[in-house]
């Protein structure tokens, strides 16, 4: 799935991060991220969910990772910019 992911360039451009076995991306670093997009799992059935949420694959399941990836980088909001230091507040 990372490698699917890597193959986009707006997915690329993003910071990745991985939270509760669930693949995320996210327009700053940590300490402080700006999660963006869906979540992208592999599943143990060898599927590969997409989803909102962090457990559920809501928007869909699918035999490939490039199938998911696919779905994911059309639910990203437009306009998405470089990635930004993810700062804690002052």
């Known amino acids: 799935m990372i490698e ?3 193959a986009e360039p707006v997915l690329r451009a993003l910071h990745p991060f991985t939270s509760h076995w669930a693949l995320r991306f996210s327009t700053t670093t940590r300490p402080r991220l700006t999660k ?3 979540c992208l799992a592999a599943n143990s059935d060898g599927t590969y969910g997409v989803g909102r949420g962090i457990v559920t694959a809501d ?3 699918f035999a490939t990772a490039h199938e998911a990836v696919a779905l994911a980088v059309r639910h990203l909001p437009s ?3 470089p990635i930004a230091l993810g ?4």
């Open 79 to 81: 306009g998405l910019g």
């Open 36 to 38: 963006v997009g869906p």
């Open 87 to 90: 700062r804690w507040s002052d």
């Open 59 to 61: 928007l869909g399941q």
């Open 4 to 6: 699917a992911a890597y």
